[in-house]
């Protein structure tokens, strides 16, 4: 069984080797080779040819009546590490700046104790490359890697908080993590010389009163109990102060708790596009990209039994966390399966995706304890 120093070695070791999204070979590798080092009587380990990053363990049950899935993420992120760790990221530009490190971590203790000590049902650990950008969730469940005995009943995960004390578990009922959705409109008018206005068609006009009106989406077309979020960071038009640009470019982001709210902005901002578009006589093109970052919405029985376990367990701190407008493509599994995410607080005073993150890794022990213990409760539970 891994002991705690053993756990944080690991931890290290995978803080030194971040990869950016589809390109974690020696994550996978290292993952593979801890997890051969195992006790592999109830193992069953497969690298899907579809999505070669990835890793699936299944951990055979003794009298198996489902198949619980634990999920987590392996890719880091283009920041250069500015933590002055004696075990910082070796790649340069890309780090561990959200975490993951602490996820792998977690399941690996997770894993070790699960192939020593034989579960009721069946274990499936998801080893996922790809979430902070191009869709791995999305992308696994289209290849479809879930499938005969890789196909979880329902689903968990964690993500490292460093808001909360180190090692304890946040969760709420509802939605964990906002959806988010890309969004690129382009505005194609007339250029002309800035003495002669009427001879062009202003396209920095037309862009700025589109930004005002999208804003009257989240005033007056957003429940305010549910909120929402539409940001426009960057704006392109012109070359010159005294030419009259007939092309810009918006970019921004939207965010919302549920997809349902979601998919109401993304129709309100094409609809308000449209009304620019007859307005001012221009060419008004949308592009929304959601991909694979739907709401993180938990499932409301398996959630409830989740926190209710932790609430009355002795050794867990809980905490009932607010909603978060920061984005996860768990969200994308957790409406193909049932589930619950829930944060694991790291203790830190730099943020997530920051590059000086340096979560407290003690977390990563009280955490497998939690889980462990939740998880040989809910194999006590007869209903699915």
Same mark, same amino acid.
């Given at each position: ?173 509802? /939605?964990?993590? @906002?959806? #988010?959705? =890309? ?6 008018? !007339?250029?002309?010389?800035?003495? &002669? ?123 009932? /966390?607010?909603? @978060?407008? #920061?984005? =996860? ?6 409406? !193909?399966?049932?589930?619950?995410? &829930? ?42």
């Amino acid at each position: 069984m891994l002991t705690e120093p053993q756990l944080i070695k690991i931890y290290q070791s995978l803080h030194q080797i971040p990869e950016l999204a589809m390109q974690e070979t020696e994550t996978h590798a290292f993952i593979k080779r801890t997890v051969l080092q195992f006790d592999q009587t109830n193992l069953e380990i497969q690298t899907p040819a579809e999505m070669p990053t990835a890793l699936l363990v299944l951990v055979h049950g003794s009298a198996s009546e489902r198949t619980i899935g634990y999920r987590t993420d392996i890719d880091g992120l283009p920041v250069a590490e500015q933590t002055g760790l004696p075990f910082a990221s070796k790649h340069p530009n890309v780090m561990h700046a959200c975490g993951h490190d602490i996820h792998m971590s977690v399941a690996l203790g997770l894993l070790d104790y699960f192939a020593a000590n034989q579960p009721k049902d069946n274990l499936l650990f998801f080893f996922q490359p790809a979430e902070e950008s191009l869709n791995g969730g999305k992308t696994a469940y289209e290849k479809q890697i879930f499938t005969g005995k890789w196909c979880p009943d329902e689903f968990y995960g964690l993500h490292d908080n460093p808001d909360l004390p180190t090692g304890a578990i946040g969760c709420r009922m509802g /939605t964990l993590f @906002a959806g #988010t959705t =890309e969004v690129d409109v382009d505005f194609y008018g !007339k250029g002309g010389h800035a003495a &002669f206005p009427q001879d062009a068609n202003d396209m920095v006009v037309a862009a700025s009163q589109f930004i005002n009106q999208v804003q009257t989406i989240i005033s007056r077309s957003v429940d305010p109990i549910e909120g929402g979020v539409i940001t426009f960071g960057k704006f392109d038009a012109g070359s010159i102060r005294n030419v009259i640009a007939g092309h810009a470019r918006l970019e921004g982001t939207i965010r919302g708790l549920t997809q349902k709210m979601i998919e109401h902005i993304d129709q309100r901002i094409q609809e308000v596009a449209d009304g620019i578009a007859q307005s001012y006589q221009a060419k008004v093109v949308v592009k929304l990209n959601q991909g694979g970052y739907w709401p993180v919405e938990n499932n409301p029985k398996l959630t409830r039994n989740f926190i209710t376990y932790m609430k009355q367990t002795e050794d867990v701190q809980f905490v009932e /966390t607010k909603p @978060a407008m #920061t984005g =996860e493509d768990f969200g994308y599994l957790l409406a !193909k399966f049932p589930g619950t995410m &829930f944060w694991l607080g790291v203790d830190d005073d730099s943020q997530l995706h920051s590059a000086t993150l340096n979560p407290n890794p003690k977390a990563i022990e009280i955490g497998i304890q939690a889980i462990k213990g939740f998880l040989l409760n809910r194999m006590q539970t007869k209903e699915n």
